[in-house]
Nanobody, 124 residues
Framework: QGQTLESGGGSVAAGGSLRLSCAASGFDCAAWFRQAPGKEREAVAGIDYLDTTAYVDSVKGRFSISQDRAKNILFLEMNALKPEDTAMYYC??????????????????????WGQGTQVTVSS
């Protein structure tokens, strides 16, 4: 089992930005998820070893997922944040190739290694 550790969360005003980082073991497929209190976990964005990316509609144009494969770090750049983006954000990875859309549609069922999360709070 690989190690996965998120950082970079915090509190910002609506319209602000945050950059989340996730230090992980080697991975070929990774994604960010979020869970707000009382709600189910939902996908945010995913990336594979070819740098192919996928996003859910609610964050398209505002969030950007990227990776530093040499350092095994996953990033999530979040801009134009809204109060509804408030949630605990988790990264998840797998050393295997994956179908990104399937990963997002199944809320990461195929991903092996999950972090403990980092809290993002956006005030109006």
């Amino acid at each position: 089992q690989g190690q996965t550790l998120e950082s970079g969360g915090g509190s910002v005003a609506a319209g602000g930005s945050l950059r989340l980082s996730c230090a992980a073991s080697g991975f070929d497929c990774a994604a960010w998820f979020r869970q707000a209190p009382g709600k189910e976990r939902e996908a945010v964005a995913g990336i594979d070893y070819l740098d192919t990316t996928a996003y859910v509609d609610s964050v398209k144009g505002r969030f950007s997922i990227s990776q530093d494969r040499a350092k095994n770090i996953l990033f999530l750049e979040m801009n134009a944040l809204k109060p509804e983006d408030t949630a605990m954000y988790y990264c998840a990875t797998t050393p295997y190739a994956c179908d990104l859309r399937l990963v997002l549609d199944t809320a990461g069922r195929a991903l092996r290694d999950w972090g403990q999360g980092t809290q993002v709070t956006v005030s109006s």
